[in-house]
């Protein structure tokens, strides 16, 4: 983002409280917590459940900002502080309104293409690939970390520089017209839906209610845009036919991680083919395309993923195939693939004093993600056990027993050596893997970290795995933390 305050101040209609002493110098990006403020930045000072923004605009001055958005008249300690600096302050009738204003103007200042990425599984480590893909041939933006909802979208928007080529925008939803609404600012080019799962039944009830919600990204694409579908999705004919791709002249393109696309299916596809893992976990296959200009025909090379987990292929398929779209040849993509890393908290390897190897996939977990890391963790070689560390799933609403116990019995077709649960719903998983036909003894149930923590210390040694996962609201990183530490 780059913006004077003359210009914000039109965009979104504000009262300008505090005149700054040069209203055509240039913003050069925005925050809205106060301790991360760096020099020239636009700080949003929003209100939240425990601290209010407005509360430390003064803060935000001293540390750099030369321009505030409040949502109230600031007190006198920030009117000074913002005279004193030469900075701003601009207050408007709603400041996560105003950010999202300025990201669509901002969108509408910069030629970039716009990539969109959802899914209920899968979206960030997609995200991730597509940006490892494009960014060895274009100036490439992306969502940093999991900053894909209605605040984190426009951020990720602002963020983009006005060279920027590609710009990939992840977008995550709880309900319906949250991702129509993100759509609406970022205008994205390309749009992919890596799969429909059952993350949000709690709010939308159905996969079908769910399909509809992940489908806005598909109606929002102009004519001419490029719409990837996971042809292995059993939902991909209604996300198809929610988005009219084809009466809107949007150009489907087809990929799939479990075996080839056939021609009847689609013109240009990209698909995996003798599909394997190595000792690591990591995947290896033959990665095969068609209908690309850098594919003349069918054209297939052999691609070693970076990253562990069999379910990546799919991943790594849709990545792929928006790199092909965009003009890149095979080998070129097949590269990039073999040098990716996971993000933080997702299948993230780290050393545990004791001297096993944590996977720490404690940043978010559904019915799906738990079923394919612990799929991974099985096809780990390792000299020692194979421990998993498993905590509650959110947004499940009245399936939320069902699929838990669903979860155990999974753990228990890959005979771990231990399974520990912690969480109230998790015992579900723990009565899911017994009923299976888990031996009791291998499995535990921990009412808190400090449990957990303390029975793997007593558990470790050199030589042993362990997966950590649960959803983000379990705080199960503090086990991981405490592994390492």
Same mark, same amino acid.
Do not use: T, W
């Given at each position: 983002m780059r913006l004077n305050t003359t210009s914000i101040q039109g965009i979104v209609r504000g009262d300008l409280v505090v005149a700054p002493a040069d209203a055509t110098h240039e913003l050069l990006g925005l925050t809205w917590d106060s301790r991360e403020v760096f020099a020239d930045c636009l700080y949003a000072a929003l209100p939240g459940e425990r601290v209010d923004g407005n509360d430390f605009i003064a803060s935000a001055i001293e540390g750099g900002a030369m321009l505030a958005l409040a949502g109230r008249i600031p007190d006198e300690r920030a009117r000074e502080a913002a005279r004193k600096a030469g900075a701003g302050i601009i207050v408007v009738d709603d400041v996560a309104q105003s950010i999202t204003a300025l990201a669509s103007a901002w969108r509408s200042m910069i030629s970039a293409t716009v990539v969109a990425i959802t899914g209920s599984v899968g979206k960030t480590t997609t995200k991730s690939l597509t940006r490892q893909i494009l960014s060895a041939h274009f100036k490439t933006c992306a969502t940093k970390g999991n900053f894909n909802n209605e605040l984190g979208a426009p951020y990720t928007v602002l963020s983009a520089d006005s060279d920027c080529e590609m710009l990939i925008v992840e977008m995550g939803m709880d309900d319906l017209g949250q991702i129509a609404h993100i759509c609406s600012f970022a205008r994205p080019d390309m749009g992919l839906i890596n799969n429909v799962g059952v993350s949000h039944l709690e709010r939308l009830g159905t996969r079908e209610n769910i399909a509809r919600a992940k489908a806005e990204l598909f109606e929002a694409l102009p004519e001419g845009g490029k719409a990837f579908v996971n042809n292995a999705d059993d939902m991909a004919d209604l996300v198809c036919e929610l988005g009219r791709l084809d009466e809107r002249g949007v150009e489907t393109i087809l990929f799939d991680g479990t075996g080839a696309v056939p021609e009847s299916a689609g013109a240009r596809a990209v698909w995996a083919k003798d599909i394997s893992v190595d000792d690591e976990g990591r995947p290896r296959f033959v990665l095969c395309a068609r209908g690309f200009d850098s594919c003349l025909g069918e054209r297939a090379i052999p691609c070693e993923l970076g990253l562990r987990?069999?379910?990546?292929?799919?991943?790594? /398929?849709?990545? *792929?195939?928006?790199?092909? %779209? /965009?003009?890149?040849?095979?080998?070129?993509? +097949?590269?990039?693939? %073999? @040098?990716?890393? &996971?993000?933080?908290? #997702?299948?993230?390897?780290? #050393? *545990?004093?004791?001297?096993?190897?944590?996977? @720490? @996939?404690?940043?978010?977990?559904? &019915? %799906?993600?738990?079923? +394919?890391?612990?799929s991974m963790l099985a096809s780990y070689k390792t000299s020692g056990r194979k421990i998993a560390v498993l905590g509650d799933m959110g947004e499940l609403g009245s399936f939320a027993p069902a699929c838990h116990e669903g979860v155990g019995a999974a753990a228990a077709s890959h005979h771990l050596d231990k399974l520990i649960c912690i969480g109230e719903l998790a015992r579900h998983i723990a009565a899911g893997a017994e009923a299976a036909g888990m031996d009791a003894a291998r499995i535990s149930r921990a009412d808190t970290v400090a449990d957990v923590l303390e029975e793997l210390d007593a558990l470790l040694e050199p030589g042993d795995a362990v997966l950590v996962k649960a959803s983000h609201f379990m705080g199960l990183t503090r086990i991981v933390e405490g592994l390492v530490n």
């Open positions: 987990g069999i379910h990546n292929v799919s991943n790594a /398929c849709g990545a *792929a195939a928006i790199g092909l %779209a /965009c003009g890149l040849s095979l080998e070129s993509v +097949a590269h990039a693939l %073999a @040098d990716a890393e &996971p993000e933080a908290g #997702r299948q993230e390897v780290k #050393r *545990a004093s004791s001297g096993a190897v944590v996977f @720490d @996939d404690s940043y978010n977990a559904s &019915p %799906a993600s738990m079923v +394919a890391s612990l």
